[in-house]
């Protein structure tokens, strides 16, 4: 059985439209057989990273010196096969979620090798994930909008040496609800995206146009900036 450990960045937990796409994804894993444990950044005192002498990696290796709730996290990520990162979309992240990614230094190795021109290091031997997703949510129409957070995390994939396995993109979306309950979009949506989770964990891919539907525009881009720029 494969093992999952899933942070969700928004402020707003559980009432977000993050935790609304979220969900389902997790669930869809859990179908296909994957234990998944799921953290809310916001619920977690964690302090920023402030040790400039990489004491993780020199002083005392694979150990921060800063005691809070990141000693809850180390052990479940050591452990998991899939790290998922799930956000809304910020500039470009939230805080807590920012402060997370940065205490996750205490898990790679200090011996760092170019790869591609780029400075890339990997996750110490013990660390068990093998994989990074991202699923996130966003306010604006288009799919760019999502371009510096899906960055982050291929960038983290790339300086762990593990695969980005893809990411649940959901721009606008908020119009997947009206009047607090979902649209008929909405749940086609949240469908799909339950079946990337499962796709995920039961094919070790999450196919092309499952994630295109997921990403598929609710309204004309034009109609959502008037609806945005009516208040003005």
Same mark, same amino acid.
């Given at each position: ?19 609304m796409v979220l969900a389902p994804f997790i669930q869809g894993m859990m179908d296909a057989g994957s234990d998944v444990e799921l953290f809310y950044a916001s619920r977690l005192k964690v302090k920023p990273c402030?040790?400039? &002498? ?18 809850? %996290? ?10 998922? %990162? ?25 011996? %760092? ?28 129409? &288009? ?80 109609e959502l900036r008037h609806r945005y720029n009516r208040a003005l």
């Amino acid at each position: 059985m494969s093992k999952a450990v899933a942070i969700n960045g928004s402020p707003r937990m559980e009432k977000g439209n993050t935790a609304m796409v979220l969900a389902p994804f997790i669930q869809g894993m859990m179908d296909a057989g994957s234990d998944v444990e799921l953290f809310y950044a916001s619920r977690l005192k964690v302090k920023p990273c402030t040790c400039s &002498e990489m004491y993780c990696w020199y002083k005392s290796p694979g150990e921060c010196y800063i005691k809070d709730d990141m000693e809850l %996290l180390y052990p479940q990520l050591r452990g998991a096969d899939i790290f998922i %990162l799930a956000t809304p979309v910020y500039i470009p992240l939230p805080g807590e979620m920012q402060k997370i990614i940065n205490r996750l230094c205490p898990l790679l190795e200090p011996l %760092l090798e170019t790869r591609q021109g780029r400075t890339r290091g990997r996750f110490r031997k013990g660390v068990e994930v093998r994989e990074i997703v991202l699923v996130s949510t966003g306010g604006w129409w &288009e799919i760019g909008n999502f371009g510096t957070v899906l960055r982050i995390a291929q960038e983290l994939a790339a300086d762990a040496s593990v695969e980005f396995a893809g990411a649940v993109l959901r721009p606008h979306a908020f119009l997947m609800k009206k009047g607090g309950k979902l649209t008929k979009d909405g749940e086609d949506v949240l469908k799909e995206v339950r079946r990337a989770g499962y796709e995920l964990v039961k094919e070790g891919v999450m196919r092309k146009e499952t994630l295109e539907a997921i990403s598929r525009p609710l309204i004309s881009e034009d109609e959502l900036r008037h609806r945005y720029n009516r208040a003005l």
